[in-house]
Structure formats: structure tokens, C-alpha cells
T-cell receptor, first 113, second 114 residues
Framework: GNSVTQMEGPVTLSEEAFLTINCTYTATGYPSLFWYVQYPGEGLQLLLKATKADDKGSNKGFEATYRKETTSFHLEKGSVQVSDSAVYFCAVWEKTGRRALTFGSGTRLQVQP | DVKVTQSSRYLVKRTGEKVFLECVQDMDHENMFWYRQDPGLGLRLIYFSYDVKMKEKGDIPEGYSVSREKKERFSLILESASTNQTSMYLC?????????????FGAGTRLSVL
């Protein structure tokens, strides 16, 4: 089956620092890849996605590129803000087979002023 | 905006009780999902449903059942709650067709079993 591995947190950064959260996956075929974000006290919401190799998903200053050769989908942001403090989940969707997402364990980001 | 509503934010139940967690979505989505979220384990899929009265087991269905009698409502049932079912439970829904892989989540129900 599918699996997703994320870097362990928490990741603690100062405001305006550069962010990278690593994500690698295992899947058969050509899955779609996602980043979801969970702000304190809320459910998850979609942050960005990519559906094929070399696609770049982007939203709210965050970016991630679908790298099939390294089976990775690392999340990056050039300058984080305190309001970015949240838990970030990488997820994979196999286009055949089970019709559900497989999530990583989540990475907590804390941004200090 | 899509709204996924979970009936309770916090629940405290006793071991052996039958527990119902309710989830309602207002966007006529075909697919609905129940996950549990635990520290260090991320989200694990319990059950999902792709149509009324249809259900499929996820990765950790043991100790749980589900009901989907109406399209907008998906219930998670703990037949006899145990302390290892203390967790955050998240409901999600997604449309059919090409957007079926975009899931919309409720705010979660934090269940404590004493």
C-alpha cells in the first residue's frame, strides 16, 4: 500500500526564516500529492496539490514540486510568518485502487516573532 | 464554502458505552470519511463511504462501525468504547468526479474514554 514519511517536528523558526518540510512517499503508478494544513483548534484544509511529475503546487507563499525521481514533495516557503504556525500534513492519492488519501504523521511548525 | 459539521467538539464517555459520532456535510458530496488523529501517527483512516448505504474499511476499522443512511450524514459508532479509543476523530467529505481527491474536513471531535 501507499505510505508517506515526513520529517519529525516540531520545527521552530523565527519570523521571515526559510522553511522546508520534507516529505517522501511510496506508491505504485503516478499518484497525486497534497499538502494539508491544520491550524490550532481547526480541521485540516488543503494547502496545495500536484497531480503529475514536475508539477509545482503553490498557495499562500508555499510551494512544493512533485519529484518522481526522488519520490518527494517537499514543502517550502521563503519567509514564514507567525500566522503560519500550524501542523502540516503531506498526503498521497493513488489514482487506482482505494479512493482515499494516505497521510503522513504531520509536522508541527512554530514560528516565533 | 463547503461545510462539514461534527456534532460535538468534546465528548467524555465511560468504558463499555456505545458512542455515536455524527458528521454532516452540506455540499451534496458523494464520499465521506472518518479518521482518527493521534500524536506521531498522523491521520489513520477508519472507514469511508462512497455512496448512501455503502461503506469500506480503512486501515483501522476494528472496534468501529459506520452508518450512512442519508447522503449528507455519516456516523461513526463505537459499539463498546475502550480507553485505547481516546483520540481526536476527524470527518471529511469529497465530491465525485475529477475533484474526488480534494477532501474537506470538520473541526474534529476529541473523545475521552474513561
Amino acid at each position: 500500500g501507499n505510505s508517506v514519511t515526513q520529517m519529525e517536528g516540531p520545527v521552530t523558526l523565527s519570523e521571515e526564516a526559510f522553511l522546508t518540510i520534507n516529505c517522501t512517499y511510496t506508491a505504485t503508478g503516478y499518484p497525486s500529492l497534497f499538502w494539508y494544513v491544520q491550524y490550532p483548534g481547526e480541521g485540516l484544509q488543503l494547502l496545495l496539490k500536484a497531480t503529475k511529475a514536475d508539477d509545482k503546487g503553490s498557495n499562500k507563499g508555499f510551494e512544493a514540486t512533485y519529484r518522481k525521481e526522488t519520490t518527494s514533495f517537499h514543502l517550502e516557503k521563503g519567509s514564514v510568518q507567525v500566522s503560519d504556525s500550524a501542523v502540516y500534513f503531506c498526503a498521497v492519492w493513488e489514482k487506482t485502487g482505494r479512493r482515499a488519501l494516505t497521510f503522513g504523521s504531520g509536522t508541527r511548525l512554530q514560528v516565533q516573532p | 464554502d463547503v461545510k462539514v459539521t461534527q456534532s460535538s467538539r468534546y465528548l467524555v464517555k465511560r468504558t463499555g458505552e456505545k458512542v455515536f459520532l455524527e458528521c454532516v456535510q452540506d455540499m451534496d458530496h458523494e464520499n465521506m470519511f472518518w479518521y482518527r488523529q493521534d500524536p506521531g501517527l498522523g491521520l489513520r483512516l477508519i472507514y469511508f463511504s462512497y455512496d448512501v448505504k455503502m461503506k469500506e474499511k480503512g486501515d483501522i476499522p476494528e472496534g468501529y462501525s459506520v452508518s450512512r443512511e442519508k447522503k449528507e450524514r455519516f456516523s461513526l459508532i463505537l459499539e463498546s468504547a475502550s480507553t485505547n479509543q481516546t483520540s481526536m476523530y476527524l470527518c471529511a467529505s469529497s465530491p465525485g468526479g475529477k475533484a474526488k481527491n480534494i477532501q474537506y474536513f470538520g473541526a474534529g471531535t476529541r473523545l475521552s474514554v474513561l
